[in-house]
């Protein structure tokens, strides 16, 4: 579904209800908790309209996947997570929020034209005006936010600390006040993007050079093919099941 089909419907839902995104995708174990009735779980479906306080709930081998409907920002909700869609409808404007309680995210925000979205956690609030992350959220151990685009502001709930989270950066933000940025580890985004390859979303976010190294795996720079000046970066790994993948990239410098 193309972004001026989902702009049709949300015009088209303003007028009979407070609609604010559709689900794009679902894979596995899915729950969905309708706002309209909090005891009534039911799986989610794809093309679903979600409402204001929706609680969607993705199991060991959940996925999902929504957009917005006034400006497709889009949230993709990985495997054991907890996540309420939220937004309120001013002037044909979603302002939007998700609150994640655990479980992984990757967030493709288009720039807001009014207010901030923000993603709330037990630990955290990021505040993004437009740009692409990941959010690792997992109870006493804090939260995770891996920047790929733009910028987050990140503030811990406990002592107010703000950070900026950037491109290539990994923000920690623990429950007793502890906030630090680093350079992202190259393994760390590369595990989060066999993620995306699991549940067939195409894998756009691999690290460059510019990332730390410690992850064993062939980065750029380390298999090269001189004749044809194509490079492959080559990755094996094993799911529980013991079945092995093979990803090959390649690229040109």
């Known amino acids: 579904m193309n972004k001026i089909l989902i702009i049709v419907l949300f015009i088209s839902s303003i007028f009979c209800s407070e609609t604010i995104g559709l689900v794009m995708k679902k894979k596995g174990k899915v729950d969905y908790t309708p706002y309209s009735n909090s005891k009534k779980i039911k799986t989610l479906k794809i093309s679903e309209a979600l409402f204001n306080q929706d609680l969607i709930e993705t199991g060991k081998d ?9 400006d497709a920002s889009t949230i993709k909700i990985h495997k ?13 404007k979603i302002m939007k929020q998700v609150n994640i309680a655990t479980g992984i995210m990757k967030l493709d925000i288009n720039r807001q034209q009014s207010g901030e979205f923000k993603i ?5 609030v990021a505040s993004v005006k437009g740009t692409r992350f990941w959010i690792d959220v997992n109870g006493k151990k804090g939260d995770l936010f891996h920047g790929l685009s733009g910028i987050v502001e990140i503030t811990n709930n406990a ?11 990994t923000a920690i933000s623990l429950p ?3 906030l630090n940025i680093k350079k992202t580890i190259s393994k760390e985004l590369i595990d989060l ?3 995306e390859q699991d549940v067939g979303e195409p894998i756009n976010d691999m690290p460059q050079n510019n990332l730390e190294d410690d992850s064993g795996y062939n980065l750029p720079g380390d298999n090269n093919d001189s004749t044809n000046g194509i490079n492959e970066i080559i990755i094996k790994l094993k ?9 090959i990239i390649k690229y040109v410098n």
């Open 193 to 195: 993007e066999i993620l």
């Open 120 to 124: 709330i956690t037990p630990t955290s």
């Open 62 to 70: 959940g996925f999902a996947k929504f957009v917005y409907l006034d």
């Open 159 to 169: 002592t107010g600390e703000k950070i900026s989270l950037t491109e290539n950066t």
């Open 239 to 247: 799911n529980s099941s013991s079945q092995e993948k093979t990803l």
């Open 80 to 92: 054991n997570s907890e996540v309420y869609v939220q937004g309120n409808i001013k002037r044909r």
């Open 176 to 178: 007793d006040g502890t």
